[in-house]
């Protein structure tokens, strides 16, 4: 028997919802492969943040430190400004716990009908790389001379040689494990020092994934083939920027939002790396019992797969797949009237 310690932060919203759903999935695949889970679980969450002035509590990543993996649901509530949540609670957890991969898994299923005519099930199933820690997404700069005439606004990108190989390492390793195609985000012809020097990394490291075959495009192309061609993708690396829209992009092409999974990894596993659904806290149907949990679910068949259990991940994963091909229940954002918890019910009856 395995057993794994779980830190869970359901978050505001249906956060709440989806991640019981989550729990019971888990829970009934576990005792098939040998698991055990126990979790705790935290309010952490823009509610907190209301009533205590923090997202969560000062030592909270010291407090995170020793699970092995954190599922979370979402975060966000009316009032509280997106950054809040963003800067007080994930990009601590993403950055102090080294999780510098950002893993969104994207697959058309049948029974979800993509918005795309030419999109079909099988076809398209692809994985975007994001590097997660650095890039685009930084705290240097500043702005001068506010409400001036001349009023200016700088912002700086940074990419490191240790950073962008290691993103780069790790989509080729799972390239290698997957499709053997890499396609890698660029704009090396408008961004002339970090895009130049991401290229010739990802030159420099697919000559060591000599089995990977490999090719690069201008974001804005990549982002309409992504539209006129999915099918063709097998692993998409990209920086933090590029890879959020893509990512973004990418789930609107599969259909649903309610589905889309993702993972923050920290690969050498010397912190745990957090698991969580790609939707947020959707206030405008929280509390009403019907949000999808399949974009949970997936996310926890993606932290049974980090965890060394392949076979329970594929398992969960092969039972969505089933329960969307094979049945007519849905929750309402798919088309159907099936609460939250009747889905998961259906969910649990296939698995
Ligand atoms: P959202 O993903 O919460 O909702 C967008 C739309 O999709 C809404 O109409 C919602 O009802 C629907 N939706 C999303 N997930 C669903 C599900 N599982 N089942 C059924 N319908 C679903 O994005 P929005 O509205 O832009 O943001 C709401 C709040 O969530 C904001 O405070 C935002 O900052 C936060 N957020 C948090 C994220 C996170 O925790 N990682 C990610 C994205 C947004
Ligand atoms: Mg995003």
Same mark, same amino acid.
């Given at each position: 028997?395995?057993?794994h310690?779980?830190?869970?932060?359901?978050?505001d919203?249906?956060?709440t #919802?989806?991640l019981?759903a989550?729990?019971r999935?888990?829970?009934s695949v576990? !005792?098939r492969?040998?698991i055990?889970?126990?979790y705790?679980?935290?309010?952490w969450?823009?509610?907190r943040?209301?009533?205590e002035?923090?997202?969560m509590?000062?030592d909270g990543? #010291?407090? &995170?430190?020793?699970?092995?993996?954190?599922?979370l649901?979402?975060? !966000?509530?009316?009032?509280?400004p997106?950054?809040?949540?963003?800067w007080? &609670?994930?990009i601590?957890?993403? %950055?102090?716990?080294?999780?510098?991969?950002?893993l969104r898994?994207?697959? @058309?299923f049948e029974?979800?009908p993509?918005?795309l005519r030419?999109? %079909?099930?099988?076809?398209v199933d692809?994985v975007?790389v %994001?590097?997660?820690?650095?890039?685009e997404?930084g705290?240097? !700069?500043?702005?001068l001379?506010?409400g001036?005439?001349?009023e200016l606004?700088v912002?700086?990108a940074v990419f490191?040689r240790?950073g962008?190989?290691?993103i780069?390492d790790y989509?080729?390793?799972?390239a290698?494990?997957?499709?053997? %195609?890499?396609?890698?985000?660029?704009?090396?012809?408008?961004?002339?020092?970090t895009?130049?020097?991401?290229?010739?990394? @990802?030159?420099?490291?697919?000559?060591?994934?000599?089995d990977v075959t490999?090719?690069?495009?201008?974001i804005?192309a990549?982002a309409?083939?992504?539209?006129?061609?999915?099918?063709r993708?097998d692993?998409?690396v990209a920086?933090?920027l590029?890879?959020?829209?893509?990512?973004?992009?990418?789930?609107a @092409?599969a259909?649903?939002i309610?589905?889309a999974?993702?993972?923050n990894l920290?690969?050498?596993?010397?912190?745990p790396s957090?698991f969580?659904?790609?939707?947020g806290?959707?206030?405008d149907?929280?509390?009403?019992?019907?949000?999808?949990?399949?974009?949970?679910?997936w996310?926890?068949?993606?932290?049974?797969?980090?965890?060394?259990?392949?076979?329970a991940a594929?398992?969960?994963?092969d039972a969505?797949?089933?329960l969307?091909?094979k049945?007519?229940?849905?929750?309402?954002?798919l088309? !159907?009237?099936?609460?939250t918890?009747?889905?998961t019910?259906?969910l649990?009856?296939?698995?």
């Open positions: 028997m395995t057993h310690r779980i830190a869970l932060i359901p978050g919203g249906i956060g #919802e989806v019981p989550a729990r999935v888990l829970d576990a !005792g492969h040998g055990r889970f126990t705790q679980s935290f309010d969450s823009c509610e943040y209301v009533h002035g923090a997202m509590p000062e990543l #010291e407090q &995170l430190r020793g699970y092995d993996a954190i599922l649901g979402a975060v !966000g509530y009316p009032g509280v997106d950054h809040v949540s963003l007080g &609670l994930l601590p957890i993403r %950055r102090g716990f080294q999780q510098y991969v950002n898994p994207i697959r @058309v029974g979800v993509s918005p030419d999109a %079909r099930p099988g076809e692809f975007v %994001r590097e997660n820690v650095e890039g997404y705290e240097i !700069g500043g702005r001379a506010r001036l005439p001349e606004a912002q700086e490191t240790k962008v190989t290691r780069l989509a080729f390793d799972l290698g494990r997957r499709g053997h %195609r890499l396609t890698s985000a660029t704009k090396s012809n408008g961004i002339v020092h895009m130049p020097f991401w290229d010739e990394l @990802v030159a420099e490291r697919a000559a060591r994934h000599a490999w090719n690069q495009e201008h804005d990549l309409a083939k992504f539209v006129l061609d999915p099918a993708f692993v998409v920086s933090n590029f890879g959020d829209i893509l990512s973004d992009l990418a789930a @092409v259909g649903s309610g589905i999974p993702a993972a920290n690969p050498e596993r010397d912190f957090m969580e659904p790609v939707h806290s959707a206030p149907i929280a509390g009403r019992g019907i949000a999808n949990p399949l974009g949970a679910i996310s926890a068949a993606m932290m049974l797969d980090h965890l060394g259990h392949p076979e594929n398992e969960i994963t969505i797949a089933a969307l091909a049945t007519p229940v849905r929750t309402p954002d088309g !159907g009237t099936a609460m918890e009747q889905f019910d259906a649990l009856e296939v698995v």
